[in-house]
């Protein structure tokens, strides 16, 4: 419940960010579907990192789209947006957990999708030694 009405505040008066459906505040990121409603705390990012995709039309470059990519205990979210808001909210999330891992590498990636268990391991380590 505590959570619950702390989070309805911060989306009354500390928004960072809001896209299609995708809320970010000073410590929560709120994602809301048709149906339902997922509340991730930035205190639980584990790895966040930019996603840049460049469009092709026959073979030839007409614009590239970026999304910020969070990866929660429980589930990750992307958001796309231009490249200044993409860097913004990657900045704000980092600046809310220092100790998730930042940035994209395909040793991440693999790490990450063959060792879930060990990857979050070696976050709360991180966290550890942050504290």
């Given amino acids: 419940m505590e959570v ?12 960072k960010f809001r896209k299609s459906g995708t809320t970010i505040t000073d410590n929560f990121l709120i994602k ?13 990012l584990l790895w966040a990192y930019k996603k840049e995709t460049t469009q092709l039309i026959n073979f030839i470059p007409v ?3 970026r999304q910020a990519v969070l ?3 429980g589930g990750s979210v992307e958001l796309p947006a231009g490249k200044k808001r993409v860097d913004e909210v990657l900045n704000h999330a980092m600046s809310k957990a220092p100790w998730a ?6 040793e991440l990636r693999k790490a ?12 709360e380590e991180r966290r550890a030694a942050y504290s």
Avoid: W
Avoid at 5 to 14: F, G, K, L, N
Avoid at 112 to 123: I, L, M
């Fill in 4 to 15: 619950t009405v702390m989070s309805e505040r911060e989306m009354e008066q500390a928004v």
């Fill in 32 to 44: 809301r579907g048709f149906l339902s409603v997922n509340l991730f705390p930035l205190q639980h």
């Fill in 63 to 65: 614009g590239k789209t």
């Fill in 71 to 73: 990866v929660f205990y």
């Fill in 101 to 106: 891992i930042a940035g994209y590498s395909n």
């Fill in 112 to 123: 990450f999708k063959k060792d879930t268990k060990g990857f979050c391991a070696a976050v």
